[in-house]
């Protein structure tokens, strides 16, 4: 496990580029409201936002641009499509970012609750994922680990 590799506050700078944006629905979803740094409202990563109310954003017409420009990774096709997989249900979102200075997409799982990340469905696609590329693993307790071909067992959160 390794320490956080990013500021608390992490702003939405790039988007994954790759995959298509899907009509699949977000429903009654919200994860991304509570995991996302959203910087024009000063809300940090994993602090849900006071906008968010049941039935969703009480500010959705006029929400700064990093919600509006957001897709997780379950919309955009980077993980199984299937309905088990909506962020909400599975319990880790995905995100793809490029990575500064770099400049290369990496990946990223953020776990909504302890022990999502070690359902064995998901561990299972993180070791798929893993043997061709990178990915770090965002844990509900605050933890980070990357994993690589190189480093391809993900561990309990
Ligand atoms: S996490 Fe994904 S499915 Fe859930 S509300 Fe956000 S964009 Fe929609
Ligand atoms: S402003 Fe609305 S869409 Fe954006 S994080 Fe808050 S509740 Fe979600």
Request: charged content about 20%; aromatic content about 8%; overall charge negative.
């Amino acid at each position: 496990m390794t320490a956080a590799p990013l500021p608390a506050l992490l702003p939405l700078l790039s988007p994954d580029p790759v995959g298509e944006i899907s009509s699949r629905p977000c429903g009654d979803c919200t994860a991304c409201c509570q995991l996302l740094a959203v910087v024009e409202l000063r809300k940090p990563m994993r602090f849900a936002c006071d906008h968010q109310r049941i039935g969703g954003c009480q500010i959705y017409p006029d929400r700064p641009p990093t919600c509006r420009e957001f897709d997780c990774g379950w919309r955009r096709g980077a993980v199984p499509t299937a309905d088990d997989w909506r962020p909400d249900r599975r319990g880790v979102m995905h995100v793809g970012w490029i990575d500064h200075p770099t400049g290369r997409p990496h990946d990223y799982l953020f776990e909504l609750w302890q022990g999502a990340l070690a359902d064995p469905v998901v561990v299972a696609w993180v070791r798929t994922h893993t043997e061709t590329g990178e990915i770090t693993l965002s844990y509900r307790d605050g933890t980070w680990q990357t994993l690589s071909p190189e480093v391809p067992t993900p561990s309990a959160g």
